[in-house]
């Protein structure tokens, strides 16, 4: 069950850095808001799939860390 969130959750992220990609030119306040809308809808589908709060919680954070850390390596060596 943990390994169908974590990959729709990456693949929501994915999705995110796809329109962030597609988007150069936007401001960093709308980069922030796409993000917390990213962030809602990366909760709410995954909880519709897995209805356990907390152990919810750890795995968005976990996905969320890894995919800033993907793209701080992604910007340093590109």
């Known amino acids: 069950m943990y390994g169908r969130v ?3 959750q990456v693949l929501i992220w994915f999705a ?3 329109v962030i990609h597609f988007s150069p030119h936007d401001h960093v306040d709308y980069k922030v808001v ?3 809308v990213f962030l809602y809808l990366n909760w709410t589908v995954s909880f519709q799939l897995f ?3 907390k152990e919810l919680f750890i795995l968005l954070m976990i996905t969320t ?3 800033f850390i993907m793209d701080i390596l992604i910007i340093v060596i590109g």
Do not use: E, S
């Open 6 to 8: 974590i990959v729709l």
């Open 16 to 18: 995110y850095y796809m």
């Open 34 to 36: 796409l993000f917390l």
């Open 51 to 53: 209805k356990r709060g």
């Open 65 to 67: 860390t890894g995919t």
